[in-house]
């Protein structure tokens, strides 16, 4: 199981995405749970990107909802984390 690290441009961005339509934060906040027990579950679609993204893995959280993060290391518990960078619409964490 791995735990989840939100960075303050992911916060920035969660807020502006729920304040345009609060019917998906329960979505979102079932997907977190999700990605915490198994971020390569069939139903999250996760992939690799490429290009300017190389090295970033996203994850779909509904039809137009995509969330980016990477996977790392952390060096004070060598434990797997889940960093997440973005969230949004297709063309917004593209």
Do not use: W
């Amino acid at each position: 199981m791995r735990r989840l690290v939100y960075t303050p441009q992911f916060l920035r961005s969660y807020r502006k995405y729920i304040r345009r339509n609060r019917l998906l934060q329960a979505r979102i906040e079932d997907t977190f749970r999700l990605m915490e027990s198994d971020v390569f579950a069939p139903s999250l679609g996760t992939h690799k990107l490429s290009g300017e993204l190389m090295g970033l893995r996203t994850c779909s959280c509904g039809y137009d909802c995509r969330i980016v993060f990477r996977i790392e290391v952390d060096e004070s518990t060598e434990l797997e984390v889940i960093l997440l960078i973005n969230i949004g619409t297709h063309d917004e964490v593209y």
